[in-house]
């Protein structure tokens, strides 16, 4: 017997086959890792590949006889095509796909249902076939021991809750019963009927987010769950006026063309409260900073940094949109989920590139701030102060404060060792702090360029703090050695050295 494998003929190569266990595999593949939400957008990526234009997501409950059915509108399949849908790995992952294909593994129909539900049933037809039916039932594989694949619904009620394909149409039904991975075998009472209901809600936001291109276009497709119209959540809020567009990019990254198209979001002042907390996302504002990956407009990764820079406040107005296409799964990682991706390296530094200049133009957003706010001062009595101080915004205590006055008093000593302890706050304040660091990720201050007239404030706050600790006794060594602990000191060294000089000394 002659083998031809990889080019190489193989001479009298003994093999048997070895079938892999049925029972085995089906149970094994329900750990892939799924959450129902994602399981539920594998099965709209089959529905939006048949170009389906509505899309029906119906979440019935019965306690622990609850289902999900998924009824679309595309082109169906035939009797063969159904069968061939069943099977696990119905398409190798090395086949070509086309640009609309949102699948990749051939597995997503099998293991997204599976993942959630111990019994799956499908109908289907297209315009020019009669309807056809098939059914995996887990239990019944575990009995069997075979990859039992039945050729009409499990029973009267699978019949029923299945429904029918509209006469003259065509389309495709997928029911999921034995939900046991979100209903357990005690939900029954009150408090679990409320725990499905906030699962289907989540559902509701992650399709919402993940499909939002689709919902969003010229001629879009509807989507409804339990008959309401899922609402698009656009992560780069591309209505609003005060929303920055940056230049997009296109780079090659092996396989084909990717596009990068940064934004910038508005500060919170320049939008409404409705729109802000629309915009915070399933996850909120900090997590969902960083690179949207899409794959033929379909979301993967909504919000990350790649391990590039850190999750930050000032950069949480930064979201950078990168699309690529089927060809590039591979090179981009993409997982069977559809719910990881991983940058090829040679793309990796335009990535930080693109995203150091996006996280800059964030900062300088979300520091903005107004002039000093009086806001009817006459009748309210504010501890900070609002300024501007050299083109750049600043916050100060108010030295007027009755209660600063109440401790103070008239003693003109203890005012000024407490107003260079206050001048120490406010210049450590983090929000004051912003103009030494506009977006220092190495952690190294001192390549940071700073103004010549932060420089004179720093020196003459050092000079204040260095009489005060002198009044209290100590000695320029001591100080030297506290001050150069301190923040924002520590920044400055030379300033130290002029004022303290550059060895320790008690004079």
């Not at 003459?460 to 209290?472: D, G, P």
Request: aromatic letters at 10%; one cysteine or more.
């Amino acid at each position: 017997m002659c083998l031809l494998t990889r080019g190489f003929i193989i001479v009298n190569q003994d093999f048997e086959i070895v079938d892999p266990s049925a029972e085995s595999i089906v149970e094994s593949l329900r750990a892939i890792g799924y959450q129902l939400e994602t399981a539920i957008a594998d099965i709209i990526d089959n529905s939006l590949a048949v170009n389906s234009r509505v899309i029906k997501i119906d979440f019935y409950w019965k306690g622990t006889d609850s289902y999900v059915r998924v009824e679309d509108d595309g082109t169906g399949m035939t009797e063969d095509e159904l069968v061939r849908a069943m099977r696990l790995g119905s398409k190798s992952p090395l086949d070509e796909r086309s640009k609309s294909d949102l699948g990749r593994f051939g597995m997503g129909l099998k293991t997204a249902s599976f993942s959630q539900c111990r019994r799956l049933s499908v109908r289907s037809r297209t315009r020019d076939s009669s309807e056809s039916i098939r059914c995996w039932d887990l239990d019944l594989i575990q009995k069997k021991k075979k990859w039992t694949l039945l050729k009409s619904p499990f029973n009267h009620l699978s019949e029923k809750r299945l429904g029918n394909i509209p006469t003259g149409g065509s389309g495709t039904i997928v029911l999921w019963e034995i939900i046991d991975r979100f209903i357990d075998k005690k939900s029954t009472d009150e408090r679990s009927y409320n725990a499905f209901l906030r699962q289907v809600e989540r559902v509701e936001k992650h399709i919402g987010m993940v499909f939002h291109r689709y919902l969003s276009r010229p001629n879009p497709v509807k989507i409804l769950l339990n008959g309401r119209r899922v609402v698009p959540w656009d992560p780069f809020l591309t209505k609003e006026p005060a929303t920055q567009e940056l230049s997009p990019e296109t780079y090659a990254d092996g396989t084909s063309v990717v596009t990068i198209q940064p934004y910038v979001l508005p500060h919170h002042s320049k939008i409404s409260r409705e729109v802000y907390e629309y915009a915070e996302g399933t996850n909120g504002w900090n997590d969902h900073q960083g690179f949207y990956i899409y794959r033929n407009q379909r979301l993967l990764v909504a919000g990350s940094w790649f391990n590039l820079f850190r999750k930050e406040d000032a950069y949480k107005l930064a979201r950078i949109k990168v699309d690529i296409t089927s060809d590039s799964d591979f090179i981009w990682n993409i997982d069977v989920k559809k719910a990881f991706a991983k940058p090829p390296e040679g793309l990796v530094e335009e990535l930080k590139r693109v995203g150091r200049l996006t996280r800059v133009k964030s900062h300088k957003v979300y520091y903005h701030r107004g002039t000093k706010v009086t806001a009817n001062s006459s009748q309210r009595t504010f501890v900070w102060q609002q300024i501007k101080r050299h083109g750049q915004s600043f916050y100060k205590i108010n030295r007027e404060h009755p209660i600063i006055n109440s401790i103070i008093g008239s003693d003109d000593k203890k005012r000024k060792v407490l107003d260079s302890f206050l001048s120490l706050i406010e210049e450590t304040l983090p929000s004051n702090l912003v103009m030494f660091s506009p977006d220092n990720d190495s952690g190294d201050s001192n390549e940071i360029e700073i103004d010549e007239s932060r420089i004179v404030e720093v020196r003459k706050l050092l000079q204040t703090v260095v009489l005060a600790l002198k009044s209290s006794g100590n000695t320029s060594s001591t100080i030297r050695h506290q001050v150069m602990k301190m923040e924002p000191f520590y920044r400055f060294p030379e300033l130290i050295s002029e004022i303290l000089g550059g060895h320790d000394s008690d004079e």
